[in-house]
């Protein structure tokens, strides 16, 4: 009966792309559910993957995967040439980040920056999460999922969630942490007080905005865990820099960083 419902709603309502709303194909659709019907005995790459096709057309979805560019290691960002630093950046060699690694689906620019744009301002929910589903299945490419014991997110202060209730960062947390098959702990971080956008303040000002902004919830024991940490953009790396500071310091054991985009400027 529920099998009917849905090919009813198929035939009324196609399915579209979540980003340039053309139809997305039948045969697709049938080939999906019946992977679906077998997604237990099925890689979880190949069920994401298939989930992916469906929510994503043809001519938008290879955009989006650029698996052949060098990427830094470090900060998830993507390189225009090899870098003659190996496999860091000129912003991670300078830095030091205390997280260990960040992925990315890649930098703050072209159609990923306007998705990321009409995520945040038109609160698009379908958006967000299939970008989290983008952000998991480069999560099980990369097998760094396998490192991770639990998934949360960059908070945001109460003010600023009760203005604007859409949180994006959490929404792609739960997204991803639903797929990789994770614990996800939005109440291990608090934002204690407000902070200014770290996109309109210079890069030296930035550490200073968010500079002992957030705090660990004391009642949870993190002692050895290692953490995901999810942000929509990562431009500076000063947000997620000092949470992995305060994380640390809680006794985790590494913290690992998953972003939409990376939106320094990097060679
Ligand atoms: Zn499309
Ligand atoms: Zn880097």
């Not at 005995?41 to 938008?60: F, I, K, V, Y």
């Not at 995901?228 to 809680?250: K, P, Q």
């Amino acid at each position: 009966m529920l099998e009917i419902a849905s090919k009813m709603r198929t035939l009324c309502f196609p399915p579209r792309c979540v980003n340039c709303r053309t139809e997305i194909g039948q045969s697709k659709i049938r080939q999906n559910q019946y992977r679906g019907k077998h997604a237990t005995s099925l890689h979880q790459h190949e069920r994401l993957t298939s989930l992916l096709e469906s929510h994503w057309c043809d001519r938008c979805f290879p955009n989006l995967v650029h698996q052949d560019l060098a990427t830094c290691w470090t900060c998830g960002a993507q390189l225009n040439q090899q870098s003659p630093l190996g496999i860091r950046c000129a912003l991670c060699f300078k830095k030091n980040f205390r997280f260990t690694r960040a992925i990315s689906l890649g930098n703050y620019q072209g159609q990923l920056q306007q998705l990321v744009i009409r995520m945040k301002n038109q609160h698009d929910e379908p958006l967000t999460i299939q970008l989290g589903n983008l952000l998991a299945n480069q999560l099980i490419d990369s097998e760094l999922f396998e490192n991770i014991d639990l998934i949360t997110a960059v908070p945001t202060h109460w003010w600023r969630r009760l203005k604007r209730g859409f949180q994006a960062a959490e929404m792609i947390a739960e997204t991803i942490a639903h797929e990789v098959d994770r614990q996800f702990r939005p109440e291990i971080l608090k934002c204690q007080r407000s902070t200014k956008k770290q996109g309109t303040l210079a890069s030296t000002a930035r550490q200073k905005n968010v500079q002992n902004a957030f705090s660990v919830n004391r009642s949870t024991s993190l002692q050895g865990a290692n953490v995901l940490l999810i942000d929509d953009v990562m431009t500076s790396g000063a947000t997620v820099n000092e949470i992995s500071r305060i994380l640390l310091r809680s006794g985790v054991e590494k913290v690992y960083v998953g972003v939409i985009a990376r939106g320094a400027r990097v060679s």
